[in-house]
């Protein structure tokens, strides 16, 4: 291993966020627009240069490795990019590598994620009500992810539900989701809508949902206590006392993360993005391909990590959202 990643503010990094598409089956409507450009292919990182990437800064110091999108589970041969990662978690280099995706494909890969030493796995689920769901993802259908969800925990996978809070959307599902997630034995975390996307023109869905006004109706029903759990990442977890639940809350604009922050995101045409708040970003695709010496790579990599900015400005505290950046959630991965 080289010298490990570390920023101008003395974090490490060790947790490396790579979106392995911009395409998806679903046009979630507070992450896509309907009708969505997608990148020309040659634009992508190949499953090839994706793993130079992921290797490179699994030999700087990265343990932990999530791959998202778009939908991770729609690109083409997407399985032999896992096989090919799971070599550094047999090694010991990497400690975990696992996924974010929308549920759709699971029913297909789950038996072949958890071969690959998938251990844990986020799904997406904002509903259980089968016409929301449609809805809210447009092109999502809720049986299938169902299915999905099924078949991760029939593969041993450990599944968290995230939940994107939409105040007059999935407001009045608070407990219905909490209990449907309880009954299965799966963890849920409710990650505060950020303003991304065409959030805020779609049906009237979308609208801010405050992590602390859901909580607040959480603690009407059970007492819950805070737990010292901490990601170096936005979510923050509480245990509801009477049930054992373990409830986490994903809040990026209400509540400041940045200090503890151990994270870099890859988008998939090769850009590193340190800060999800921030338009700031390097290009790695070319010194990626600029040799197939790793050298110019690992310096690039260096020398952005050296620009990681100290934190982000989103700010709902104002009339109108500050510090909103352009890009779309799925460009960076969420
Ligand atoms: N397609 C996969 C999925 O939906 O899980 C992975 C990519 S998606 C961009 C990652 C996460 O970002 C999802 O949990 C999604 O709900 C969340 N997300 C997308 N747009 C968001 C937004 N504007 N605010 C908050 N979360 C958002
Ligand atoms: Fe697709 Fe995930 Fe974005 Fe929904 S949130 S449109 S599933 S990338």
Same mark, same amino acid.
């Given at each position: 291993?080289?010298?490990?990643?570390?920023?101008?503010?003395?974090?490490?990094?060790?947790?490396?966020?790579?979106?392995?598409?911009?395409?998806?089956?679903?046009?979630?409507?507070?992450?896509?627009?309907?009708?969505?450009?997608?990148?020309?292919?040659?634009?992508?990182?190949?499953?090839?240069?994706?793993?130079?990437?992921?290797?490179?800064?699994?030999?700087?110091?990265?343990?932990?490795? *999530?791959?998202?999108?778009?939908?991770?589970?729609?690109? *083409?041969?997407?399985?032999?990019?896992?096989?090919?990662?799971?070599?550094?978690?047999?090694?010991?280099?990497?400690?975990?590598?696992?996924?974010?995706?929308?549920? %759709?494909?699971?029913?297909?890969?789950?038996?072949?994620?958890?071969?690959?030493?998938?251990? *844990?796995?986020?799904?997406?689920?904002?509903?259980?009500?089968?016409?929301?769901?449609?809805?809210?993802?447009?092109?999502?259908?809720?049986?299938?992810?169902?299915?999905?969800?099924?078949?991760?925990?029939?593969?041993?996978? *450990?599944?968290?539900?995230?939940?994107?809070?939409?105040?007059?959307?999935?407001?009045?599902?608070?407990?219905?989701?909490?209990?449907?997630?309880?009954?299965?034995?799966?963890?849920?975390?409710?990650?505060?809508?950020?303003?991304?996307?065409?959030?805020?023109?779609?049906?009237?869905?979308?609208?801010?949902?405050?992590?602390?006004?859901? $909580?607040?109706?959480?603690?009407?029903?059970?007492?819950?206590?805070?737990?010292?759990?901490?990601?170096?990442?936005?979510?923050?977890?509480?245990?509801?006392?009477?049930?054992?639940?373990?409830?986490?809350?994903?809040?990026?604009? %209400?509540?400041?993360?940045?200090?503890?922050?151990?994270?870099?995101?890859?988008?998939?045409?090769?850009?590193?993005?340190?800060?999800?708040?921030?338009?700031?970003?390097?290009?790695?695709?070319?010194?990626?391909?600029?040799?197939?010496?790793?050298?110019?790579?690992?310096?690039?990599? $260096?020398?952005?990590?050296?620009?990681?900015?100290?934190?982000?400005?989103?700010?709902?505290?104002?009339?109108?959202?500050?510090?909103?950046?352009?890009?779309?959630?799925?460009?960076?991965?969420?």
């Amino acid at each position: 291993m080289t010298v490990p990643l570390i920023d101008p503010f003395a974090r490490t990094i060790s947790y490396l966020r790579v979106s392995v598409t911009d395409r998806c089956d679903f046009r979630c409507v507070y992450c896509m627009s309907e009708n969505m450009t997608f990148l020309p292919k040659k634009e992508l990182l190949t499953l090839e240069e994706l793993d130079r990437m992921c290797s490179a800064f699994v030999r700087m110091g990265v343990k932990k490795l *999530r791959i998202t999108g778009g939908e991770p589970l729609v690109r *083409r041969d997407i399985m032999k990019f896992f096989q090919a990662m799971s070599r550094h978690l047999e090694t010991g280099a990497l400690s975990e590598l696992t996924l974010t995706t929308n549920g %759709s494909q699971l029913e297909k890969y789950a038996a072949d994620l958890a071969a690959c030493g998938v251990k *844990r796995i986020n799904i997406s689920l904002d509903t259980l009500d089968e016409e929301k769901f449609a809805r809210v993802t447009r092109w999502g259908r809720l049986p299938q992810v169902l299915r999905g969800i099924d078949a991760a925990q029939a593969a041993g996978m *450990r599944v968290k539900i995230n939940t994107v809070a939409l105040k007059g959307f999935n407001e009045a599902e608070l407990f219905t989701l909490t209990d449907w997630c309880a009954a299965r034995d799966v963890d849920i975390t409710f990650i505060e809508v950020m303003p991304m996307g065409d959030l805020g023109n779609e049906d009237r869905i979308g609208q801010y949902w405050s992590l602390k006004d859901l $909580r607040a109706t959480l603690a009407e029903r059970g007492k819950l206590t805070d737990l010292p759990e901490r990601t170096g990442g936005p979510a923050r977890y509480v245990r509801v006392d009477e049930t054992g639940q373990k409830i986490g809350f994903i809040t990026p604009l %209400s509540h400041n993360f940045c200090e503890s922050c151990n994270r870099v995101r890859i988008t998939c045409t090769g850009e590193i993005y340190t800060c999800l708040g921030q338009e700031g970003h390097s290009d790695l695709r070319a010194p990626l391909r600029a040799s197939e010496n790793d050298a110019t790579l690992e310096d690039a990599i $260096r020398a952005a990590i050296g620009l990681k900015p100290k934190g982000h400005d989103f700010d709902y505290s104002r009339q109108e959202v500050d510090g909103q950046v352009s890009r779309h959630m799925s460009h960076t991965g969420g």
